[in-house]
């Protein structure tokens, strides 16, 4: 099935056989329905599949995967289906199977005391944090797509968000796997342990694999003790060397409880605004440069956060600041940062980097990589925006006003090669936490040393020799 209604062509057998597995609920045949399923959230990507596969335990995974195996059939795995670079979306003339994990929702089990909660892959990321907050505890992965991306794909793409500098990546975040593998076989790895020192530590082969090793269908997350205060403040910064230095001051004087220091440029702001539904400008007057800063469980002896803003300014780090005075001033702060990408989006074509230099690094690289774009395509829009205390910026930029999509695009890979080469030249990272699906694979395959690349086709030959998991992505 294809968005465009065509039927990609299974023997009847087989997809009866594999409809029979997940009974009535279980599938989805027409491409009407199925459409949602076979484009990216960007829109960049439309594929097709042979069927849409919705099952509801580990079991109907492992045996629609055997039958896969038997008849070589590929099979793409599908979360809540927000990934940025088309990895869960199938190719054009595919026959695979898109299963979808959706359905596979339970909380298999919260053990409080040992701070873990073991869920299923379709579980949404919102949920888990929701669960852990109940009963007074915290799960920090948080992003904008929270309320609709899954664990499973955030496991697959090692997401990382806005709490990576206090807690780290998703790869942090969990202790054990449960995972289909390409041969149907369920590998139980749902440990609880904080120390388990027996062999290769397996589970971190399928964290950040992208669905091309195996089906992860659930996992034993860390839970964290919730944090007794939030303080938030929005800062408009005086230019990108006082970033750095205000982050740098903002964990020294916090005790390294800074939870989240998200830099934001102006024009992202701007689209956010101008899109966004009931958001409002925090500051007042414009600034090109913001920091929307969070410590979490404050200590008595910490400096204020008024003291820290206070001596920002004296120091001419920052012109202006608020602080939340309220949980609702807090969320409005964090909603308008979440609306970013979704106002990128609305505001149309854009070209984006997800990429990471040391922090240190961040001024020189944005002082380089605007210019050497810009001479390029004086009209091209830059919209910067990130996890600046990871390193981590959204490095995108919008197309001009007055050219077309089409013709936009034609200049993509030239506009990556002026990026990733300076972020080669910074010592940075092509794909920071979006991982690399279809969108990113010639870069990876440009920017990585052939060896690791190498080490990574034996990995894949070895679990899936037949290529059948999420052929065309990553590698
Ligand atoms: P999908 O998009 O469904 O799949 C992503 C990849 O994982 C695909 O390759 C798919 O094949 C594979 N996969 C999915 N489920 C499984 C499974 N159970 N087993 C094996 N493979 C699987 N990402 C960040 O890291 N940080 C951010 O700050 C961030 N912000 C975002 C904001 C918005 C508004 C949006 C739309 C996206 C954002 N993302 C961010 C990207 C995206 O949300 C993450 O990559 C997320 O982890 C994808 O989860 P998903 O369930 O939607 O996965
Ligand atoms: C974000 O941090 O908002 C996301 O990673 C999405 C994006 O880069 O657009
Ligand atoms: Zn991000």
């Known amino acids: 099935m294809s968005p465009d209604g065509t039927v990609s062509s299974l023997p009847d057998t087989t997809l009866d056989q594999l409809k029979s597995i997940v009974g009535e609920n279980g599938f989805i045949d027409n491409a009407t329905d199925a459409t949602a399923y076979l484009t990216d959230w960007r829109g960049q990507y439309r594929g097709t599949c042979a069927l849409v596969l919705r099952p509801n335990t580990t079991e109907q995974v492992?045996?629609?995967?055997?039958?896969?195996?038997?008849h070589k059939i590929t099979v793409v795995p599908q979360g809540g289906n927000t990934g940025?670079?088309?990895?869960a979306t199938p190719a054009v003339d595919s026959n695979a199977v898109l299963l979808c994990l959706g359905?596979?929702?339970k909380i298999r089990k919260l053990d409080t005391l040992n701070y873990t909660?073991?869920?299923?892959?379709?579980?949404?990321?919102?949920?888990?944090?929701?669960?852990?907050?109940e009963e007074g505890r915290l799960f920090p992965l948080s992003l904008g797509a929270e309320g609709s991306c899954q664990i499973g794909g955030n496991l697959a793409t090692n997401a990382g968000g806005v709490s990576?500098?206090?807690?780290g990546n998703m790869r942090d975040l969990v202790l054990g796997l449960e995972v289909v593998l390409p041969s149907g076989e369920i590998w139980n790895g749902l440990r609880s342990l904080r120390k388990d020192n027996t062999g290769y530590d397996l589970k971190h082969l399928f964290i950040g694999s992208e669905g091309t090793l195996g089906i992860i269908t659930a996992a034993t997350l860390k839970l964290f003790p919730k944090p007794k205060s939030y303080q938030t403040c929005f800062a408009a910064i005086n230019g990108l060397d006082e970033v750095v230095e205000l982050l740098a001051r903002a964990r020294q004087v916090s005790g390294d409880r800074v939870s989240s220091f998200e830099m934001i440029t102006r024009p992202p702001l701007d689209f956010a605004l101008k899109h966004g539904p009931n958001l409002t400008e925090p500051l007042s007057e414009p600034s090109d440069i913001y920091g929307l800063i969070e410590i979490a469980s404050s200590d008595p002896t910490d400096e204020s956060l008024e003291q820290f803003l206070e001596r920002g300014f004296e120091d001419g780090l920052i012109t202006d600041a608020i602080i939340a005075q309220s949980e609702g001033q807090r969320s409005a702060l964090w909603k308008l940062r979440e609306y970013l990408p979704e106002g990128e989006k609305e505001e149309g074509a854009s070209i984006k980097h997800d990429i990471s230099v040391p922090v240190s690094s961040i001024p020189a690289f944005v002082r380089k990589a605007i210019p050497a774009v810009t001479d390029y395509m004086a009209k091209i829009r830059p919209v910067y925006f990130g996890h600046v205390g990871d390193g981590n910026l959204h490095f995108n930029f919008a197309k001009p006003t007055d050219m077309a999509d089409d013709e936009f695009f034609t200049h993509k890979d030239a506009i990556n090669h002026i990026v990733l080469d300076l972020v080669a030249e910074f010592e940075?990272?092509?794909s920071a936490e979006h991982g690399i699906g279809q969108l990113k694979r010639d870069s990876f395959l440009h920017y990585t040393p052939n060896?690791?690349?190498?080490?990574?086709?034996?990995l894949k030959a070895a679990l899936d020799p037949h290529g059948i998991m999420n052929p065309g992505k990553l590698l």
Do not use: F, H, P
């Open 428 to 430: 940075g990272s092509i």
């Open 117 to 133: 909660a073991t869920v299923e892959a379709g579980c949404i990321l919102q949920t888990i944090q929701d669960i852990a907050d």
């Open 84 to 87: 940025m670079n088309g990895g």
């Open 164 to 167: 990576v500098l206090r807690y």
């Open 62 to 70: 492992s045996n629609i995967v055997k039958i896969c195996a038997e």
């Open 103 to 105: 359905r596979m929702n």
């Open 451 to 458: 060896l690791d690349i190498n080490l990574m086709r034996q």
